[in-house]
């Protein structure tokens, strides 16, 4: 907790703390009991934020980056980490998913750094055609999209279907 609060920029403390509950080296709980035991705290406030996108399920900070996106655009906030069976019967999890308006279920995946590789792409994409059903969609996007390009993520959410609540948060980055 006191390295992220020195890192260089709020992306990388950002960053650092998600890794590390992705990586299963601490839990949502302990950041918090952190955060309240080295009050004050450089960037707590954005630290709690943080920890409760995490306690929510999100699982890097790209995911985390789409819940702030849904709250700037007024979407639905999607379910994340869903369990899913895939054509072949293995166990998948699945970033975000959104039940639409007409039974289907929207699937967003997100493909950070790791994905570019060749050998993940080619998983990726066959992940992407084994989760497809007739009322499954999945749509995926790259972490730089999240971050440099959210108005044309939100476009294409919304042209999908993606549930609004009727109130978005247009003061936010």
């Given amino acids: 907790m006191l390295w992220a609060s020195t890192a260089p920029s709020e992306r990388s403390a950002q960053g650092l703390l998600a890794a590390c509950v992705q990586q299963r080296l601490t839990t949502p709980e302990r950041l918090a009991g952190e955060l309240d035991r080295l009050s004050p705290l450089r960037r707590a406030r954005l630290f709690r934020r943080l920890v409760c996108e995490l306690a929510e399920g999100a699982q890097s900070l790209s995911e985390v980056e789409i819940g702030r996106l849904c709250d700037r655009f007024g979407f639905a906030r999607p379910r994340r980490q869903t369990r899913r069976r895939d054509a072949a019967g293995r166990l998948r999890y699945t970033d975000c998913e959104w039940d639409l308006p007409d039974g289907r279920v929207l699937v967003l995946e ?64």
């Fill in 110 to 173: 997100v493909d950070g750094a790791f994905h570019m590789s060749a050998e993940q792409w080619e998983d990726d994409i066959q992940r992407q055609r084994a989760l497809t059903t007739p009322t499954r969609i999945v749509l995926r996007a790259t972490a730089r999209e999240i971050r440099d390009y959210p108005d044309q993520l939100a476009h294409d959410l919304s042209a999908n279907g993606v549930p609004r609540t009727g109130r978005a948060c247009h003061d936010e980055p």
